[in-house]
């Protein structure tokens, strides 16, 4: 996949200058970071409306916070902008500068929404159970993960270690099933709701900034070890990775179909007047080489329906919150998005190009994932990762329970 | 209880004039408000040592960021002030003043780290299994709540909707199993700890900037039908109450003792040079009777096991990031610090002084929490917060899964 970043999409981001000083918030066009500073300064951006605050802001922070209006009001005025090459002065390649995280994520909540990952996690964590939870079709199952690890595309992502399961007591150290995890995510924005206010489900579409690609990492090993009754903690927590773009939901107006249909159907507050997924082809590549192949729209929980459960309870939604689908995959062989699925945990390593094979993830790996709408024309922000090696493998005074 | 706010203690917190504007931080002593502000515009606090930023700040958060003994020598400073009157212009009586959430929390994860409630929760969600998790007495099990639904003491909770399990399908309307649960936490102070580099235990205590009740509404229902295989979500989000003063470590070194005996010994990175629990008395009110009477030293795992846990995996750990403990319950009965154990769940209700019977909470009910140590010279913050009826109980229109 290439292009996808022409006038159509427009997505923002926020970028530091070659000194590491802030560079302010930005859009991506072509292969360019076109910054808005200058433009805002020379009065180029007062068409969208927005204070001299939001848009001389580090970040998104402030737009998240002026809504989904205010961020395609400002996308539209950046487009005349470019249309006529006034916006020119103001870009830069994108390899000439670096790239934030562009908002600080309130709330990090990761859904279960695809009803092949759930299926088939079910099956190999619980085999003498039924593979789906009681739960599954009544409400999209979810978790809160950890907002102050959440990492901007790029970052290097360090081996977490934790405790293993084993034979006897288990031994802490580094994971040895380390995967990725191919997630959609959308990013609040507006106002924050009331405590005590749940959000109705036909006003969700409004508070839905934009939208990103996740890498929720997860350590297995960690994971199915300390994951009962209270759920994933440390062997998620360690690092996830988001686009550095936000594109925003109306760029992505051509890529809305009808879901899935639901059986049985959902509750009155989880349906929508006007039901949509989205269509986005997505793929993952390790080291350059394709490993996944799926679409998004398959997913059974649609995103509206995620924050509107999330909701129902009366908790506030506040700007920068991020909703992550859970990991997107498909019901064939190589559409899976992540490594337990397409080996199987291990049982059916991949074999890569050279020769190499995969279980899980080795150091040095590097995860890249992609989505992009079905004509081509408008592409989520990728999201790379390399592993790290964790220094306490087998160096001397390494921990274990052993010790 | 009562005292427990002399020059000893002197807890942090943040405060509303009654016009609603921030009247930024404060210090609580005796039965007042000691407003900072004014003392520091006066140059009565130079000698705490901190930019006039910190102390001019609406809440703690740029304290929280300057660390524990930043606070300690405010704390000092404030006591020569009013150790000779100096203090005395700046002093407002409690009820004169709305007390803020005294700072923005980063992201918050709650423990479940007493044994006696694990064992007791255990039995009864878990009746055929074994009580407790298998990893239960290797490492402090845990999960991310939701930051954004901490509320400070006396904020209303409203009677959470969400699905409840039943015969058939689920129905979806209001808690019938509302419950409270008394906990301490601790507030993250100090920078931002690098991501991929874990907090030695030993270095915690200096990143624990002080102490508050924390009471984890829980609707029982919800959360039973939720909570495989992801851990709590909407059963736990719609409300985390904690105390409006947040108390120094520093003002609780008096109630420092040795922890209980763990079986079997912790893993190596779990073990600190000097461990310690802390001694503080506890009690539940429910509209001002006692309905619960424990002690907090008897936790299994110690704040600082539970903070280099969850940073163990490279987890950072952020100023205002808040880390509770679980509930706290007691062998005995009658020291359960939550209605679900206090209660068997619902099969021993408790019988108030009026003879009215509760299993879980009803709407009107006030609970507070309450925590001292044993000489009565150091009390947490009061945590209290009354329950509001759903309108949807009953309503006409009210939404439920055979509408």
Redesign the interface.
């Known amino acids: 996949m290439t292009g996808g970043y022409g006038i159509e999409n427009l997505p923002l981001g926020a970028f530091a200058e070659p000194s590491g000083a802030p560079g302010g918030i930005a859009v991506r066009f072509e292969d360019d970071c076109v910054a808005l500073r200058p433009l805002a300064a020379a009065g180029l951006l007062d068409d969208a409306g927005l204070p001299r605050s939001v848009l001389e802001a580090d970040n998104l922070d402030p737009l998240l916070a002026a809504g989904r209006a205010a961020g395609a009001a400002l996308r539209e005025a950046v487009a005349d902008l470019l249309h006529d090459g006034r916006a020119d002065r103001a870009r830069r390649p994108i390899g000439s500068v670096g790239l934030l995280l562009p908002f600080t994520v309130?709330?990090y909540?990761?859904f279960?929404a695809s009803l092949e990952h759930a299926t088939n996690v079910?099956r190999l964590?619980?085999p003498d159970g039924e593979a789906l939870?009681?739960?599954w079709r009544?409400?999209p199952?979810?978790?809160?993960?950890?907002?102050?690890?959440v990492?901007v595309s790029g970052?290097p992502v360090?081996r977490?270690?934790?405790?293993r399961p084993g034979d006897g007591?288990?031994a802490?150290g580094p994971s040895r099933a380390l995967d990725f995890e191919l997630e959609l995510g959308v990013v609040a924005g507006g106002p924050?709701t009331a405590?005590?206010e749940?959000l109705g489900i036909d006003d969700v579409a409004e508070r839905i900034f934009g939208v990103v690609l996740v890498n929720d990492w997860s350590?297995r090993d960690?994971q199915r070890?300390?994951?009962?009754?209270?759920?994933?903690?440390?062997g998620k927590?360690?690092?996830t990775s988001i686009s550095a773009w936000v594109v925003g939901l109306d760029a992505l107006d051509r890529a809305r179909v009808a879901p899935v249909t639901q059986d049985?159907p959902p509750?009155?507050?989880l349906r929508p007047a006007d039901p949509w997924a989205l269509d986005l082809d997505l793929e993952v590549l390790l080291d350059g080489e394709r490993i996944s192949a799926g679409n998004a729209r398959g997913l059974y929980w649609t995103f509206p329906q995620q924050l509107a459960?999330?909701a129902?309870?009366?908790?506030?939604?506040?700007p920068g919150?991020l909703f992550a689908s859970g990991t997107v995959s498909g019901a064939e062989r190589g559409s899976e998005g992540c490594l337990l699925e397409l080996t199987h945990n291990g049982a059916e390593p991949l074999v890569l190009a050279g020769g190499a094979e995969r279980s899980f993830l080795a150091d040095g790996d590097r995860v890249t994932l992609r989505a992009r709408t079905a004509d081509g024309t408008v592409a989520l922000g990728d999201v790379t990762g390399m592993v790290?090696q964790n220094e306490r493998e087998g160096a001397p005074g390494a921990?274990?329970?052993d010790?």
């Open positions: 309130g709330d909540v990761d279960f079910g964590f619980r939870p009681a739960a009544h409400l199952i979810a978790y809160h993960g950890r907002a102050g690890t990492v970052t360090r977490p270690a934790g405790f007591a288990p802490f924050a405590v005590g749940p350590a960690i070890f300390e994951y009962v009754p209270l759920g994933p903690f440390l927590s360690f690092a049985p509750a009155p507050h459960h999330a129902s309870n009366g908790a506030a939604i506040r919150d790290v921990l274990s329970q010790d």
